[in-house]
C-alpha cells in the first residue's frame, strides 16, 4: 500500500511516520480501528482537543507498549497522523480526509461514543 511520509524535516536525521495516503483509506479498515474501546478514547479526546497532542497527554489505564500500539493502529489505518516535534510524538484527528472519504462517520461515532459514556457514566 503507497504511504505518505510525515516529517519535521528539522534534520537530515529526523524520524519519519508512514501513514496512508487518503486514497488508500479503507472503511473497513477504519472501523476496526475505531471497534477498540482504548482507540476509541484516544479518537474522542483528540477530536475534543483544539491542537496535536503529545501521545502522553491522553492517559491510558494500559502499558506504555500497549498505547503504542494503539497509536501504530490509528496511524495506520488512516485515523489519525503522527508527526515528531522534536522528541514529542504529536497526534491529530485525519478528520478532513475521513470527513471527505466517509461524510458523517467520525461525527456519527463520536456522538455515539459520548451517548454511550453518559449513559455508563464514564464521563
Do not use: W
Not at 476509541?40 to 501521545?55: G, K, P, Q, S
Not at 496511524?75 to 514529542?88: D, N, P, S
Not at 475521513?98 to 463520536?110: A, K, M, S, T, Y
Request: charged letters at 30%; one cysteine or more; hydrophobic letters at 40%.
Amino acid at each position: 500500500m503507497p504511504t505518505d511520509t510525515t516529517s519535521t524535516g528539522a534534520s537530515s536525521g529526523s524520524r519519519a511516520l508512514e501513514h496512508p495516503a487518503r486514497a488508500d483509506i479503507r472503511l473497513t479498515d477504519v472501523l476496526h480501528a475505531l471497534a477498540d474501546p482504548m482507540r476509541l478514547r484516544i479518537v474522542r479526546t483528540l477530536a475534543a482537543a483544539e491542537d496535536e497532542l503529545n501521545c502522553a497527554d491522553i492517559p491510558l489505564p494500559v502499558s506504555k507498549s500497549t498505547c503504542t500500539h494503539h497509536f501504530r493502529v490509528l496511524r495506520e489505518h488512516g485515523v489519525i497522523q503522527q508527526l515528531y516535534r522534536g522528541t514529542a510524538k504529536m497526534n491529530r484527528l485525519r478528520r478532513a480526509d475521513l470527513e471527505d472519504l466517509f461524510p458523517g462517520l467520525i461525527d456519527g461515532v463520536l456522538r455515539a461514543a459520548d451517548l454511550q459514556a453518559r449513559r455508563l457514566g464514564e464521563d
